[in-house]
């Protein structure tokens, strides 16, 4: 009984994600051109496509992470969440930025899907800002919160459906719909660090805004997005130069954690 209550509420949690941008996407198809629905088609794929080597990182240190934070406490344990936090977010967002470098050639084999890119820009970077949260939902799954976690990831698809409805119901642009996800994501990440510091560090007043959001990685992705959606071409330059100055150290280390994977894959063993 018990492991089929864990596996409805994983289910749920799984479920919420998949349907936010199902639900994303339905709005678009509902409410514009078909021609449009297409553009916005393209740019959540190849958001999607793009997440796909993180996702199977993820998948191999899954059942390693649960292993380890399972008989871990205290200062400890907030270490190791902190760690995977930053590697995590540091990857994805460096991700993003790569690919973002990258999209105009893209665009050289496919130009009839230019219109496409400011909706892969607001995708991409709200599943980068919900990357932060990967070492807690971890940890939550590790002692056995999965109801928890599920409910939090279906707080986050109700809100993603109203912010969806609102945005669509005004008729801005077709892109803009994607503001749903990345408000939902937003949200989410705060409710999931609200928890942690309620249950694992006991101190709800120790909630930390910075801690949520690595600012040195959010304040460059919300310069990169600006500069694409208002259509400023200096911002975005602007916004990988901060990402480098301001991530120097944090890349560094995380390029020198990416050899040692590599050269010790066994690592990934539980």
Do not use: C, H
Not at 183 to 195: D, G, K, R
Not at 216 to 243: E, F, H, K, N, S
């Amino acid at each position: 009984m018990s492991l089929l209550k864990s596996g409805l509420a994983l289910l749920l949690y799984s479920a919420s994600f998949y349907f936010i941008m199902i639900i994303t996407r339905t709005f678009v198809s509902y409410y514009y051109r078909v021609e449009d629905l297409g553009f916005f088609s393209f740019a959540l794929s190849l958001a999607q496509a793009v997440f796909l080597a993180l996702d199977t990182i993820s998948f191999l240190i899954f059942p390693k992470l649960i292993n380890r934070f399972k008989y871990q406490q205290g200062a400890q344990l907030y270490s190791q969440v902190e760690v995977v936090r930053k590697n995590y977010t540091i990857a994805a967002y460096l991700l993003i930025f790569g690919f973002m470098l990258g999209f105009p050639v893209v665009m050289l084999f496919l130009p009839e899907y230019a219109s496409s890119y400011k909706s892969f820009a607001l995708l991409a970077i709200s599943m980068a800002m919900l990357s932060s949260s990967f070492g807690i939902s971890t940890l939550l799954i590790a002692f056995n919160r999965e109801l928890l976690l599920g409910k939090i990831a279906f707080a986050a698809l109700a809100i993603n459906f109203l912010i969806a409805w609102i945005l669509a119901k005004f008729s801005v642009s077709f892109f803009m719909i994607g503001f749903a996800p990345l408000i939902a994501y937003f949200v989410y990440s705060l409710m999931l660090e609200y928890f942690y510091n309620a249950i694992f560090i006991e101190k709800k007043r120790n909630f930390s805004f910075k801690r949520v959001f690595n600012f040195r990685l959010l304040v460059p992705a919300l310069l990169l997005l600006a500069g694409i959606l208002l259509d400023i071409v200096m911002l975005q330059p602007l916004a990988y130069a901060l990402l480098l100055i301001l991530n120097y150290r944090d890349i560094l280390g995380l390029k020198e954690l990416a050899i040692t994977l590599i050269k010790n894959p066994s690592v990934f063993k539980i």
